[in-house]
Each structure stands twice: as structure tokens, then as C-alpha cells.
């Protein structure tokens, strides 16, 4: 394979041992931490200056649109010059920046430049600090679940006491939050240790991603994972504003999103494990299929306090997927792409996100919430049956 070829690439420093571990979870602890108190509140709070449900959703999708852009292309750039502290600090500084210009917009077109510019900072963070934790465990990145675990533990924390928090000072109040957890990571970043890859003579480089993308095991994948984050996309974006109609109080709706974050730890946790015992195809096959018991069951419940129980299901729907895919994507990267595959794995998503948020804007508009549940139900299962049996078939005919 050219991504293993010693004209290629050198590794520009050793192996991160475990002394320098805990920086890495503690980096991820408070970027997820910053995550945690943007993702759900920040369409509570769009709702509550006005916004409309279609509005909200033209919003949302200027994020994937910019993301699915930018992710990869960030990617590159650390691929090919190896600055990944460098970019991080930038990421986090634009971030800042971005976030206080969607505070203090006051028409709908500044928003959605703002918004913008949010998600070509922010957007890059995800891909390049998974990318560079799995350079740091080498070949031990089985262990890369337990690393991202304490993203998870930070999105629970901040979920929990934002949640509280939000509700006593008022939902204006997320913007600060966010940007003290953005100054703490970007202090942390002075040792973040970095494994880098830098390019030396690289003229397979798009040679090797165009090839990648071209194997019928990518296109499954990306097909099948797409219509799985149209379910997704739509719960993030609207589980917190359904909540809030059906009376739900800032507190239970931080506590219904802390407990999701706290279910997927345990998966995140024994992600190694699971990956020794079962394929990242097989993870991925049941998160699909259990993000669609996930919607159906948000699409019925009676009232507000059944979400909590329901979110429990994240362990199984966002934990499995997220390391499934993690690890199927970096299986199918050569090595000098593996920062640029994890950024197309985010700009995937990121374009499911943009092609689904007006539809289910629209479609909380004009059926409801719980309709609207009920047909994301419907498209995690089409992924599901996709992705089993679109792999099953490539097995018996590898040479499709």
C-alpha cells in the first residue's frame, strides 16, 4: 500500500507513552464539555428568540454544509504540514470568536454567517483530535474508546450542570459556559502531545484518497451512514425544543442529555474489547437498528419525563456507531490519509445533516414531533438494511 511506503511519510515523534495519556483525555474531557453546552441548548435558545422550526432548520444546515468543507480540508492540511498543535489553537481561537458574533446577531442573515464561521472553526476539532489519538496508541488503537471516553464524561458533567445552571441565570448564559471550556482547551494544548506524519515526497497522496473512495466498501458505508444521521441530526436538533413543548424544564432536559452522554461511556470504555471480539461492521449494524428503536420510541412516549429512560439507548446508538465507524474508516485508509479519512467521516455527516435539517424542520412544522420521530425511525432502519446487507454481498463478491 503507498501509505506505507518509507518515501512517503515520517514519523516526526515517538509513540506517546501512558504518562502523556491523561493530557489527551483531559483535552477531550473539555472540548466535549463545550459541546455538551452548545449542541442542545443552542436550538432552545434559537427557539426561544422566535425562530420557527424551518428556520431553526435552514441553521442547521449552514453547519453540515460548511463542515462537510472544511473537516476535510483541515484534514489535508495536517496530513501534509504536520501542525496539528498549530491548527487546533486556531480552531479553538475562531470557535471563540464565532460564537460570541452568533450571541450578539441581531437579524437572521448575521446569524447564519455567524453559524458559518462557527462550523469552519469548530468543525475541525472532532476529526484531528481522533486522528492524533489513534497515531498516539500506534497499534493499540483498540484503545481509542477509552481515550474518547472522557468526551463523553465531559458532555455528561456539563449536560447536568449547564442544564441547572441555564435554567437559574437564563439560556444566554450557554455562551460564556462555552467559552470557558474553549479557553481550558486551548491552554491544554501547550502539552498535548501530537504524534505527527508529516509528507515528505507525497505524490500518491490524492492518488490514494481517490482510490479509497472508489471502493465499494467506502461507498456502502457512506450510503448507509448518511441515512442513519438523518435520525440523528434530527434528535439533536429536535429532542430539546419537543421536550421543552411538552413542558419539559431546562433541568430535565439537561439531565435526559447528561444521561445519554453517560450511557455511551461504558461502550467507549470497553470499545476495545468489543472491537477484539466483534467487527467494526458489526458495531456499526447494531447502532444502526438500535437508533431506530431509539426514534420510535421518542415518537411515542407520553410525556417528557420517559426521556431520560429512552436516552439510555445512547450507549447502543451513538456509543457502537461512533466506534464502529471510527474504526471502519481508519481500516480503510491508507496511512498517510488517516487524519484526511476521519475528516471525511465528519463531512459524511456533516452533508447528511445538511440535506435532512430543512426536511425535518419542515416536517416538525407541519406533522409534529412525534411524526417526526417516527419517520427517523424509518430511515436508521433503511441504514441498517443497507449497510448488512450491502457488506454481506460485497463478502460474497469481493471482487465488485
Known amino acids: 500500500m503507498a501509505g506505507k511506503n518509507a518515501d512517503s511519510t515520517v514519523n516526526t515523534s515517538p509513540p506517546a507513552g501512558r504518562n502523556t495519556l491523561p493530557v489527551a483525555k483531559f483535552v477531550y474531557f473539555v472540548y466535549y464539555a463545550g459541546f455538551a453546552i452548545y449542541l442542545p441548548f443552542i436550538y432552545i435558545y434559537l427557539r426561544s428568540t422566535g425562530l420557527s422550526g424551518l428556520e431553526i432548520g435552514i441553521l442547521t444546515s449552514i453547519s453540515p454544509l460548511v463542515g462537510m468543507l472544511s473537516a476535510p480540508l483541515w484534514g489535508l492540511l495536517n496530513d501534509r504540514f504536520g501542525k496539528t498543535r498549530l491548527l487546533l489553537g486556531a ?39 481522533d486522528s492524533n489519538t489513534l497515531l498516539l496508541l500506534g497499534d493499540q488503537r483498540e484503545r481509542y474508546g477509552s481515550i474518547r471516553l472522557w468526551g463523553s464524561a465531559g458532555y455528561v458533567a456539563l449536560t447536568l450542570v449547564g442544564g441547572v445552571l441555564l435554567e437559574r441565570l437564563g439560556l444566554d448564559f450557554l455562551f460564556p459556559i462555552f467559552t470557558i471550556c474553549m479557553l481550558m482547551l486551548l491552554i491544554s494544548l501547550a502539552w498535548y502531545p501530537i504524534r505527527k506524519v508529516a509528507l515528505v515526497n507525497s505524490p500518491h497522496l490524492f492518488e490514494n484518497l481517490w482510490k479509497m473512495l ?32 411538552l413542558k419539559a424544564s431546562e433541568g430535565l432536559i439537561g439531565l ?52 431520560p429512560l429512552i436516552n439510555l439507548l445512547n450507549s447502543i446508538t451513538f456509543g457502537l456507531f461512533w466506534i464502529g465507524s471510527v474504526a471502519y474508516v481508519n481500516e480503510l485508509a491508507p496511512d498517510e490519509i488517516k487524519a484526511t479519512s476521519q475528516g471525511l467521516l465528519l463531512a459524511i455527516l456533516n452533508l ?4 435532512s435539517a430543512a426536511f425535518t424542520g419542515w416536517i416538525f412544522d407541519t406533522t409534529g414531533p412525534a411524526n417526526l420521530f417516527l419517520i427517523l425511525a424509518v430511515f436508521s432502519l433503511a441504514a441498517g ?5 450491502g457488506t454481506i454481498a460485497l463478502r460474497k463478491n469481493p471482487a465488485v
Open 91 to 129: 480552531a479553538v481561537v475562531g470557535s471563540i470568536l464565532a460564537v460570541w458574533g452568533i450571541a450578539l446577531a441581531s437579524h437572521f442573515v448575521i446569524l447564519a454567517i455567524m453559524t458559518a464561521v462557527f462550523s469552519l472553526f469548530f468543525s475541525t476539532l472532532s476529526p484531528m483530535l
Open 214 to 245: 472508489r471502493q465499494p466498501r467506502w461507498l456502502v458505508f457512506v450510503l448507509s451512514a448518511m441515512l442513519a444521521w438523518v435520525s440523528a441530526n434530527g434528535m439533536h436538533t429536535f429532542l430539546g425544543v419537543y421536550l421543552k413543548e
Open 385 to 389: 438494511l443497507l449497510f448488512s446487507f
Open 352 to 355: 447528511s445533516s445538511l440535506a
Open 256 to 307: 435526559t442529555m447528561a444521561i445519554g452522554g453517560l450511557a455511551e461511556i461504558p461502550s467507549m470504555y470497553l470499545g476495545a474489547r468489543l472491537l477484539k471480539r466483534f467487527s467494526p461492521r458489526k458495531l456499526i449494524v447494531v447502532g444502526m437498528f438500535a437508533y431506530m428503536l431509539r426514534m420510535f420510541c421518542y415518537g411515542i412516549m407520553p410525556t417528557p419525563q420517559w426521556a
